[in-house]
Nanobody
Framework: QLQLVESGGALVQPGGSLILSCAAS????????IGWFRRAPGKEREGVSC????????NYAESVKGRFTISRDNAKNTVYLQMNSLKPEDTAVYYC????????????????WGQGTQVTVSS
């Protein structure tokens, strides 16, 4: 069974940085693309970033371009989301999800999801 565990969420001040991790267990990430999604209170789930199974393709929502960077370390079976210049509107529960091979920011393309990690950006 595919299991994903997110970590790294925290309370951070505006302008600060965080690194989220998405660790896989029960399977290897080699053939899976990983997407990061977020859900803010009262808002719909939003695709934030994705990375293909090789790492050769990445994609970002317009709202995070230039501030967030996705990367993967298949040897550690982990995908990371580096978040810089955080804004209060980045406050949300962040989820990672897996699908075979190819990048997507559409949540409907993903079947395996983690439980989420809370990111709060506030002074």
């Amino acid at each position: 069974q595919l299991q994903l565990v997110e970590s790294g969420g925290a309370l951070v001040q505006p302008g600060g940085s965080l690194i989220l991790s998405c660790a896989a267990s029960g399977f290897t990430l080699d053939v899976y693309a990983i997407g990061w999604f977020r859900r803010a209170p009262g808002k719909e789930r939003e695709g934030v970033s994705c990375i293909s199974f090789t790492g050769g393709t990445t994609n970002y929502a317009e709202s995070v371009k230039g501030r967030f960077t996705i990367s993967r370390d298949n040897a550690k079976n982990t995908v990371y989301l580096q978040m810089n210049s955080l804004k209060p509107e980045d406050t949300a529960v962040y989820y990672c999800a897996a699908r075979q091979y190819f990048c997507s920011l559409d949540a409907l393309d993903f079947r395996s999801w983690g439980q989420g990690t809370q990111v709060t950006v506030s002074s």
